[in-house]
């Protein structure tokens, strides 16, 4: 009885392990705030390069219509307002991105948790197991 059940605890860890393994268990290697700075920096930059394509793809596109009918004046107002906005949209974005990873990091972690409680089982399991054969041996000797 006790080797089904080891047995099953067992399929049930490796399948957590092949499901989980490139989520769960690579973020179990961070801490929860170097995790969500990492995560939150990396998406700022990809936020930032999207955003200048986005408006060098605009430019690009009004560029003749701004370059006769524009002033320099209204030009440069344009950079500042479109500055402006790219800081105005990174911080609500980095705000849901914060709250986003927080939810993806402690999700991990609880799956963690139950890993490595099947993890203990299945040790406790053993434990007893090799108790059981090291009375047998001892009162084989006997």
């Not at 399929?11 to 929860?32: H, S």
């Not at 955003?51 to 344009?78: D, H, I, N, R, S």
Request: hydrophobic fraction near 45%; include cysteine; charge should be positive.
């Amino acid at each position: 009885m006790v080797n089904t059940e080891r047995t099953k605890l067992m399929t049930k860890a490796e399948i957590f392990r092949v499901k989980e393994e490139r989520k769960a268990l690579k973020l179990n290697r961070f801490y929860r705030s170097d995790y969500i700075s990492y995560e939150m920096i990396r998406s700022a930059i990809c936020f930032i390069f999207g955003y200048a394509l986005f408006v060098l793809m605009w430019v690009l596109y009004y560029a003749e219509p701004l370059m006769t009918t524009k002033q320099v004046g209204e030009l440069v107002q344009m950079a500042i307002r479109t500055g402006v906005a790219l800081l105005c949209l990174l911080a609500c974005f980095l705000v849901a991105a914060y709250f986003v990873f927080r939810s993806k990091y402690r999700k991990a972690r609880a799956k963690v948790k139950e890993y490595q409680t099947l993890l203990r089982q299945i040790n406790h399991l053993y434990e007893q197991g090799t108790a059981k054969v090291w009375k047998g041996s001892e009162e084989y000797k006997e």
